[in-house]
């Protein structure tokens, strides 16, 4: 039986995910129409290199520098991306494979002098959303809110620099607090189950599911004393799963 200290230890987390999933389901659906899944791995895995590059440097790891130079980073790649967009691409998904291999083998390079680097990178990879603070969801929920301004009332969408930018700047923020994984999962696996419906649809139901999977996942997490991303990520997947397969495939 959850205590209801226990409950209030999860409510940070919950609302942490409800925040994720508030900006990357939109993304996400954004993602799936231009074809680029996996730009969410290697813009989370450039900021993951921001953060080991600001560390090495002795800056505090969550601390203001370290947050900007996570996010140049990422806003770098982004800038790479929307030119290859333009420049290649035929060869726009490769091209992102690229680049995050690249920044995964820069981390590998830069944490292999680090006693505790394979600990640090699978703290980044699975994130520690149990230990959120809520102070810390207030930073998250001010850029939030002008991500969300500017997707939904602004023109971004239609230049490819503006969704890399927002992009980079909401997954730097994103991977430092729920980690790689859940980013990743929180983007794809959503919109991907709504992909079969109605397009008025698939936003509210795509939210909908997301927070059943992180609020069940987290109960469960703590019920079973498991971590909790890898918990939630397979339960996204399971309850993503079975909307995509019961629901038919509409005709073109």
């Known amino acids: 039986m959850i205590s209801a200290a226990e409950l209030m230890v999860l409510a940070p987390a919950f609302v942490a995910g409800l925040l994720v999933l508030a900006t990357h389901v939109p993304l996400g659906q954004e993602v799936l129409r231009r074809g680029i899944v996996f730009i969410d791995l290697a813009i989370a895995q450039i900021a993951v290199l921001g953060v080991i590059a600001a560390e090495g440097l002795g800056f505090e790891p969550h601390g203001f520098s370290t947050q900007l130079i996570a996010a140049c980073a990422a806003l770098a790649g982004a800038g790479w991306l929307s030119l290859t967009e333009r420049w290649f691409a035929e060869r726009q998904e490769a091209m992102i494979g690229v680049l995050f291999v690249l920044a995964a083998s820069l981390v590998l390079l830069l944490l292999s002098g680090n006693p505790h680097g394979a600990e640090h990178f699978k703290e980044l990879?699975?994130?520690?959303?149990?230990?959120?603070?809520?102070?810390?969801?207030?930073?998250?929920?001010?850029?939030?809110?002008a991500v969300l301004r500017l997707w939904f009332h602004g023109p971004v969408r239609r230049g490819a620099f503006g969704f890399y930018a927002l992009f980079a700047l909401t997954v730097t923020a994103s991977v430092q607090l729920v980690g790689v994984y859940l980013v990743f999962a929180s983007l794809i696996v959503p919109a991907l189950a709504v992909s079969r419906l109605p397009a008025p649809r698939r936003l509210p139901l795509a939210w909908t599911i997301g927070a059943v999977a992180y609020g069940g996942g987290l109960l469960l997490s703590l019920a079973a004393d498991l971590p909790a991303a890898p918990v939630i990520v397979c339960l996204l997947a399971l309850i993503g799963a079975v909307l995509l397969l019961l629901t038919p495939a509409r005709r073109a």
């Open 125 to 145: 990879l699975e994130g520690q959303i149990l230990w959120i603070e809520p102070s810390a969801l207030v930073p998250v929920v001010l850029l939030y809110a």
